[in-house]
């Protein structure tokens, strides 16, 4: 079977920071701590304080900012803006496990497609390329940021652990590749070296997207470089 052809604005649709809709995972997601619960006030204030968030990140860094900054900038209330996150760990938490919820659908949902492993490889590389196309102020904070989460020894082992985005990437690209070896088509044996190859590929496009963008260079020719020099290192076989 061929492989799908993606399109990459389906995918900045679909995750549209400016929608409503991209905001109601996380509303679903923390509902014991957000004590706002009517979605018409809800989520335009979540989207308020993550967006935001991410601009005040932008210029003056996360650790800098402060929630009085946050309350200033979106207008809501210091008190108010406790209805929705607990301190600013639980915001970067929230961002963190947005993002990693975007990737392992889009990572799901191309490992449920009927191909060939080496054309799941090249469709997963498209597919990470877009997303972080679509998702990259979060997947940039993400990769900034992420290491700043503190761990919390009162909570459960299983909320302890949030993967990083690229620790998700990295396991997605290791299981594909994996596969390609399994049916004699990858060159190397060393599918963990491999893929700590390829995944700097990906993560190049979310951390210096604007020197691209200066180029005049969209995702689609990136994706297709990328593909193109996966298949020419790594690749054997039509």
């Not at 649709?13 to 400016?18: A, E, L, S, T």
């Not at 961002?95 to 490992?111: P, R």
């Amino acid at each position: 079977m061929d492989a799908p052809t993606l399109d990459v604005a389906l995918f900045v649709q679909r995750f549209d920071p400016q929608s409503l809709d991209f905001y109601r995972p996380i509303l679903a997601r923390h509902t014991a701590s957000i004590k706002v619960r009517r979605e018409t006030t809800a989520l335009p204030n979540l989207q308020k304080i993550f967006l935001q968030t991410l601009a005040l990140s932008n210029s003056q860094g996360f650790q800098a900012m402060g929630l009085r900054d946050l309350s200033a900038a979106t207008g809501i209330s210091l008190g108010a803006l406790y209805s929705y996150i607990d301190s600013k760990d639980h915001l970067l938490r929230m961002i963190l496990e947005q993002v990693n919820d975007g990737l392992g659908q889009i990572i799901s949902e191309q490992a449920a497609q009927p191909l060939e492993p080496r054309q799941h490889l090249t469709t997963l590389l498209r597919a990470l390329l877009y997303t972080a196309e679509a998702l990259h102020p979060w997947l940039f904070f993400a990769m900034m940021e992420g290491h700043h989460l503190p761990a919390r020894p009162e909570a459960a082992a299983s909320t302890e652990a949030l993967p990083s985005c690229g620790q998700i990437i990295d396991a997605a690209l290791i299981e594909v590749l994996n596969a390609t070896r399994g049916i004699g088509q990858l060159r190397w044996a060393d599918t963990t070296m491999a893929a700590a190859l390829i995944k700097p590929l990906v993560t190049e496009w979310v951390l210096n997207r604007e020197t691209f963008a200066a180029r005049s260079l969209p995702v689609e020719h990136y994706a297709d470089a990328v593909v193109a020099f996966v298949e020419q290192s790594l690749l054997l076989g039509p």
